[in-house]
């Protein structure tokens, strides 16, 4: 079970990756992933909420719970 979960998250990981815009994603500060119990990454938020697939995008670190 557990190989079968390794492979999915790569899959993710791999997916995520290739949503980013720009070359490389930020990494993420000591204090963003404060308070973080598990992994923290940064991902990709839309500027306007009300509009995502048109707005413009900016990077926020995230907890993770796997």
Known sequence: ???TQGSNE???DRYSRRLMIGSTAPTCTFNECRGC???CRAEQVPVEGNDPINSAYHYKCVCHRS
């Open 37 to 39: 119990k598990y992994k």
């Open 1 to 3: 079970m557990q190989a």
């Open 10 to 12: 790569a899959k993710m």
